[in-house]
């Protein structure tokens, strides 16, 4: 007697053995003209992508984002490029360790490595900047790409001046298009850094407000808050958080003008209620499989 569960393995092999032919195969050298943020990658770095072998890939195959590449048995963490549906291809830094398990990185910041937040436009917001192994922004356009697909949970990972890490956990996160200006959505809070982002005080609220630049006013302050603090942010009148700044990281009562924070990143990973209790692999668009 064959045993039950057997049908539930040899399913997903067969809808794999037969989408083989519909797989679109792309170079190595294809690849890399198409990326999207190839301005923030050496040519060593483009050499050294995780995932992208000499062969070259299928397209249909390439992860979506880093859970997803951790669920294909990926456990060196680095650079890999992602390629979401009806998106380019762009690289990404992910921690797929054992403790990581697959959070896209989409911002890193430390005090003493400078990425010019504060004299970037709205311009080197949309399209990212920086060095991907260090200080960066992804880019709001990838990061809108990316978040347009699954409900994804985000963590501000932020270090304080004595060395110890602190977090916020929202589980609904997302960043609109820039036709609606970048703008914020956040879940429930979770954590020990406080919710910096989602309570009312006297700064009014980050939730929902749209990004502001130096060059591009969105915020509800009557000068400019990313000229006042020195960076690009989701501000309202004008903060009680503020990681992309060439000034003092601030978070609540963990960063604070006199005692900074002295790292921060912000990462994403999809959220549990994307959960399917079985993975389907094969061609074409794929079910969030994103844990046991």
């Known amino acids: 007697m064959v045993p039950h569960w057997t049908s539930r393995l040899v399913f997903p092999l067969l809808v794999t053995l037969l989408s083989c032919d519909a797989l679109t195969h792309v170079t190595r050298e294809k690849l890399y003209g198409q990326i999207a943020n190839r301005h923030l990658l050496t040519d060593a770095q483009l050499e050294g992508l995780l995932n992208v072998p000499a062969s070259g890939v299928y397209r249909e195959l390439v992860a979506k984002d880093c859970r997803a590449a951790y669920l294909n048995m990926r456990r060196n963490s680095g650079l890999y490029v992602l390629w979401p549906k009806d998106s380019p291809p762009f690289v990404v830094y992910c921690d797929v360790s054992s403790s990581g398990a697959g959070w896209t990185v989409l911002q890193r910041k430390t005090w003493q490595d400078h990425a010019s937040f504060g004299s970037s436009s709205w311009d080197d917001y949309r399209n990212g900047f920086g060095d991907l192994l260090g200080s960066h922004w992804l880019g709001n356009e990838l990061i809108y790409l990316i978040t347009r697909q699954n409900v994804f ?133 794929y079910p969030p499989i994103h844990y046991s």
């Open 153 to 285: 949970t985000v963590r501000f990972l932020l270090v304080d001046s004595q060395g110890n890490s602190h977090y916020a956990d929202y589980d609904g996160f997302r960043v609109d298009s820039e036709a609606n200006g970048y703008a914020l959505r956040l879940g429930n809070y979770s954590g020990d850094a406080g919710d910096a982002l989602t309570v009312w005080n006297e700064t009014g609220v980050h939730d929902n407000m749209k990004f502001s630049t130096k060059d591009r006013d969105n915020d509800r302050w009557d000068r400019n808050c990313a000229e006042e603090w020195k960076g690009g942010w989701w501000f309202d009148n004008c903060q009680s958080a503020v990681l992309n700044t060439d000034g003092n990281i601030l978070w609540g009562a963990v960063c604070s003008n006199k005692d900074p924070c002295v790292a921060t990143s912000i990462m994403i990973k999809p959220s549990r209620m994307n959960c399917s209790p079985m993975p389907l692999p094969g061609a074409g668009g």
